[in-house]
């Protein structure tokens, strides 16, 4: 079933303004920051209706201030079945906890190799937050590569760990 039309809203957060895209039918299909990498163009949004998305905008403030660590609004992920795969496997890293690339590559029956490949489809992550790209740290627990910014990354695993309520 494709996407009959899409709506955005933008949203105020901690981290800056949000912009939520999402389905006529209520799903979500991007979260993105701005200046953030791999950010499509806005022409592709659909008209803005700040009004759009409520649901999403309610967790997003429940977890940047009331403490939710789980999201369960309705997701709609495109992109090619490699990166929905990783994208889905994201969402099973437990809040306040990361992994390697290595580590979500071979809890996927990936080769060790893949791991290159895990973080470009990470990076290519359409819903940033909720789809929690941020918990992937490099091998050595270093937080490289984040297309909302190495210092949202650090922010969002801060808030995770308790060490930066926002």
Known sequence: MGIHSVTYAVIDSPLGPLTLVGTDAGELTGLYMDQQRYRPDEAGFGDRDDATLPAVAEQLDEYFHHGRTKFDVPLHLVGTDFQRQIWTALQDIPYGETTTYGG??????????SARAVGLANGKNPISIIVPCHRLVGSTGSLTGYGGGIERKRALLDH??????F
């Open 104 to 113: 979500l590559a071979s809890a996927l029956g990936l080769k060790p190799q």
């Open 160 to 165: 995770e760990r308790g060490d930066n309520l």
